[in-house]
């Protein structure tokens, strides 16, 4: 099925907005009027525009305060509907929308709404013009779907037709009775389907549309359950986006339309309207990367952490770090960023890198090239929204008899003379945390979400002393590979976007210990979270204390307890050392606000 974008989804000129959808893949457009009243270009100029991107216009929207007036209200509505067309016209669009009145003039008479829309609709078939008619959730008097169909139905007029919006469907409630009426319209008489998705919020449904709407699959709405039943009710039009949202008012529209394109072929896939290459769940964390100008000070840290500098690569400035499965690259190659040390690349295990990365292709990701330099094993790699390069590595290289060998990262690593440094504990990766651009972070769900297959968590709030921090953990179904995706103020001394690993050790009491004993620093903590601690729970006698000495943090949830600390922050990044035991299943979220003052006031 085709697909098309309203125009007010989309941040910028209407210029602009044209070629960031047709860029993202759209088929075709919903032109906002007010897009067109701001804009310098002719409807002609426009109609071209459109027709060189290779986007239809799918839609001229909308017209408002139109039907069930008294006849003199009715005959200037008329009027103004008239130069419209004429406009539609010139534009070359020939389907229109007409939302339910909210006008205090509207009367409650669904034979008055059925008599003029209906001459509406004569008057746009003299123009080639379809007219759909939308409920808006806040209609006056019409404000549901089945109210809106029954008045076009009563009419019969051919060039009127429904709109049917999923945010003024499933606004209202979410009892899926109320969809069982999409079956009783007839498809042809379905003219266009509008789709957005949105948080579940208790709030004035106005206010939740204008400024809270999202793409599908971001929300809680049930987007997909509409769909299918719209399809079954024989729709064939375009899918359609309008989505009116505060932040992707300001974002960059060329990124916020290969999100909402995404959006759509994921919503295509899970109603059963398009088949993309399955999900390839990543089976673990094989290794990070670290960019730096300067090695030294992430190479301290890792050294202090227990780490061992096992192998160097080839011909690139990069060192392998090693200790249990817990790996971490060091580059100062040409890649080190702006921003000092910072996470610039995650290595994912997988049972079937090449198919991972069709899938990811197929989602509109960034594919990176396979080899990074000559000789390197050609490995597959996508860009996460936030500019994380995500490389699928396989599970297990070596090939079983019969079967093509796998491209093995470690080929491109040689083992450098190291003293087998102490190991403190560390197993393996636990977790990451990726501070995402602000308005990057429902993008970046779903595309973890979407194209590694992960499972996302519940969102979050953390309070942060200079705002707010939202979260949402995604991850695999037995918890070997979890990402924190988190959007809130920087706690780092350049304002840039803080990320954490955190390593996994069976006793984080001796893990932190022997991290000070070389010289390690840990971020300290106030006294008066160690005092909550005791108000909280019963500890053993002495464990308290320890966690005071160590500045170890303490949680607890229904399957077991969680404890951590942190060191210090190297340019982006800093490590958390945490000990997972009976099944915990969280972050320490309730922990993340002392955590977060405390870094700050370390700076
Ligand atoms: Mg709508
Ligand atoms: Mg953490």
Redesign the pocket.
């Known amino acids: 099925m085709r697909t098309s974008i309203a125009t007010v989804s989309l941040s910028g000129s209407l210029t602009e907005k044209l070629t960031a959808a047709s860029r993202a893949g759209f088929d075709g457009v919903e032109i906002f009027e007010n897009d067109l009243l701001a804009s310098p270009l002719t409807p002609e100029d426009i109609r071209a525009r459109c027709a060189d991107l290779g986007l239809s216009i799918d839609l001229y929207q909308p017209m408002r305060d139109i039907e069930a007036v008294p006849p003199e209200e009715f005959a200037r509505n008329l009027r103004r509907a008239r130069h419209k067309f004429e406009l539609m016209s010139r534009l070359g669009a020939d389907t229109v929308l007409v939302c339910s009145s909210v006008s205090p003039l509207a009367e409650d008479d669904d034979a008055l709404a059925a008599a003029q829309l209906s001459q509406l609709a004569q008057l746009a078939q003299d123009f080639g013009i379809r007219v759909a008619y939308e409920a808006l959730a806040w209609g006056r008097h019409v404000n549901t779907y089945d109210h809106a169909w029954r008045i076009v139905e009563a009419a019969g007029h051919p060039a009127l037709g429904t709109c049917l919006d999923s945010f003024h469907i499933l606004a209202r409630g979410s009892d899926p009775k109320d969809l069982e009426g999409l079956a009783d319209i007839p498809g042809e008489k379905i003219f266009f389907l509008q789709l957005a998705d949105a948080p579940l919020m208790a709030m004035d449904v106005l206010q939740w549309s204008r400024h809270y709407r999202c793409f599908p699959g971001q929300g809680g709405l049930d987007v997909t359950g509409l769909l299918r039943h719209v399809i079954a009710a024989g729709y064939r039009g375009p899918l359609s986006l309008e989505v009116f949202n505060d932040v992707f008012r300001q974002a960059e529209a060329g990124p916020t339309a290969v999100d909402a394109h995404r959006s759509l072929l994921v919503l295509k896939e899970a109603a059963g309207l398009a088949a993309l290459p399955a999900p390839v769940v990543p089976t673990g964390a094989a290794f990070v990367e670290l960019v730096t100008a300067d090695a030294e000070p992430a190479s301290a840290l890792l050294g202090a952490l227990g780490f061992a500098r096992t192998a160097r690569h080839r011909s690139k400035p990069v060192d392998l770090w090693q200790q249990g499965e817990a790996r971490v690259l060091v580059n100062t190659g040409p890649a080190a960023r702006r921003h000092g040390t910072s996470l610039a690349a995650v290595g994912l295990e997988s049972p079937d890198p090449a198919g991972a990365a069709r899938r990811a292709e197929s989602l509109l990701a960034p594919v990176l090239p396979r080899r990074r330099a000559p000789g390197d094993a050609p490995l597959d790699a996508v860009a996460a929204p936030d500019g994380t390069e995500l490389f699928f590595v396989a599970t297990d290289p070596v090939a079983a008899e019969g079967e093509p060998e796998l491209p093995d990262w470690r080929a491109d690593f040689v083992d450098v003379p190291h003293q087998d440094a102490t190991p403190h504990g560390v197993t393996r990766i636990d977790?990451l945390?990726l501070t995402q651009p602000w308005h990057e972070f429902d993008e970046a769900v779903l595309f973890h979400r979407s194209v590694l297959g992960l499972h996302a968590q519940e969102s979050v709030d953390v309070a942060d002393p200079y705002g707010l921090h939202r979260s949402r953990a995604v991850s695999n179904a037995d918890g070997s590979v979890r990402i924190?995706l988190g959007v809130g103020p920087a706690p780092t001394d350049d304002g840039a976007r803080a990320q954490?690993i955190?390593l996994a050790t069976d006793d984080v009491v001796a893990t932190a210990r022997a991290f000070l004993a070389a010289g390690g620093r840990l971020l300290s903590l106030p006294a008066n979270y160690h005092d909550d601690l005791a108000a909280r729970y019963a500890f053993a006698d002495g464990e308290l204390e320890t966690y005071r000495e160590l500045s170890i943090l303490y949680d607890r949830d229904a399957h077991g307890e969680f404890r951590?600390c942190y060191t210090h922050t190297v340019g982006r990044v800093f490590f958390?050392l945490?000990q997972r035991d009976g099944g915990y299943r969280g972050?320490?979220a309730r922990n993340a606000p002392v955590r977060l003052a405390a870094q700050h006031a370390a700076r």
């Open positions: 977790h945390a924190a954490h955190a951590h958390e945490v972050y320490g």
